[in-house]
């Protein structure tokens, strides 16, 4: 069993930045993906972005393209989403989530487990 621990969310303003980490532990398959989510209140959660854990190769939403990175550290086994120019938009409970699937996909129920999410909130 995999447990994910998210951290880094909290308060900025427009404009800003924010790196959030997740730190996977436990049992990994050795082909797997990493997605990242969001959930505003009222809404849906939503997929973010991805990345393939063996390549690093890295997917992202047209929401966030271009404005975030997401990266890995495999001596920590943790996952980053540096998010840049953020907007009120953005506001939302992030999450990560581990598939053990080989390919990355955008449905929430394709994941296998869920980080405790943490808060991002953009003020203008």
């Known amino acids: 069993q995999v447990q994910l621990v998210e951290s880094g969310g909290g308060l900025v303003q427009v404009g800003g930045s924010l790196r959030l980490s997740c730190a996977a532990s436990g049992r990994t398959f050795s082909s797997y993906t990493m997605g990242w989510f969001r959930q505003a209140p009222g809404k849906e959660r939503e997929f973010v972005g991805g990345?393939?854990?063996?390549?690093?190769?890295?997917y992202y939403a047209d929401s966030v393209k271009g404005r975030s990175t997401i990266s890995r550290d495999n001596a920590k086994n943790t996952v980053y989403l540096q998010m840049n120019s953020l907007k009120p938009e953005d506001t939302a409970v992030y999450y990560c989530?581990?598939?053990?699937?080989?390919?990355?996909?955008?449905?929430?129920?394709?994941?296998?487990?869920w980080g405790q999410g943490t808060q991002v909130t953009v003020s203008s």
């Open positions: 989530a581990y598939s053990s699937r080989s390919y990355l996909d955008a449905r929430p129920n394709e994941y296998d487990c």
């Open positions: 990345i393939w854990w063996n390549t690093g190769r890295t």
